[in-house]
């Protein structure tokens, strides 16, 4: 099953791949404005993000692939894993959305449904990737799946800290869950009145799901960091895991798409949109080192078990 996902994930993000080299050259354009250096640079970087989570894909089920530097393999799984899972569940809602906003920029009919090849490939991924990561860590680090959540503690150990800086990010992830939670509902506080009307679907269903995971990182790493509230280890480490990765990536694509020349303008005021974007970087960068915090003390009290 792990050599199955591999294979799938890569043949399922290639076409992917393939349109965003097409872009990046100029190549094939839905609309004139994606000509622009700006374009053509996020273009660039998505299709190097694709040309990586193929060579990952190809890692995660070959032998070769247990020989790779933790950090090599852990920092782009890591983004991936925030990247996609939460794009795989809003998917069958995000394709249609996206199609609107390409007629509205006055994409040609024919390339509108190039959103269909992005999205079968993004849920492809989503699918095919993460099974074949789930086979991979349980060969190389089993103490990141199994067992249960508390282990037993060794000299040296860092849980109180854990214990503290999880108590202060998980309030910082809440706080942020509940602005976006509310501005995705409706409220108004935060919002320019001029751009009431701006609010459409593709906003609102990124702006719940931020908030929703968010909340969800907040409990993960409550639950990680006491101990308490989940018998298994796994759960709430692959849903703070998954929200640290969400929380970084997503802001940090906001913040580099918010710096083009013909960056749509969002709802937001733009402190208010700031704000809340770096402050979801850096929830997300400290909820990663928390985890491998957690992740170290537990292999070190595993392997002093053994």
Known sequence: ?????????????????????????????????????????????TAVLAAVGIMLAMAFCRPWGERLPAWLVALPVWVGTGLLVPML????????????????????????????????????????????????????WPEALDGPIDCGELPGHTWQLQITLGRLIAAGCILIGVIKVFWAVGGTLGIDPVMLDDRDVWWRLLTLSVGMWAFAGAWGLLVLTTRRGSRRFLPPMAVAWISSGMLFSYNTYDLLTAIRPDARPTPEYPLARMLTTEAGIVLGVIMGMIILLVLHDRRRALRGEL
């Open 1 to 45: 099953m792990r050599r199955i996902c591999g294979y799938g994930a890569t043949i399922a993000v290639t076409p992917y791949l393939l349109i965003k080299l097409a872009w990046t050259f100029g190549l094939f354009l839905p609309t004139e404005q994606m000509g622009d250096a700006s374009w053509r640079a996020i273009n660039a970087a």
């Open 89 to 140: 569940l809003l998917a069958p809602v995000l394709g249609p959305a996206a199609m609107t906003r390409d007629k509205e920029a006055g994409a040609a009919d024919f390339w509108v449904y190039e959103q269909i090849f992005v999205m079968v490939s993004l849920v492809g991924v989503g699918i095919c990737l993460p099974l074949a990561l789930a086979g991979y860590v349980k060969a190389r």
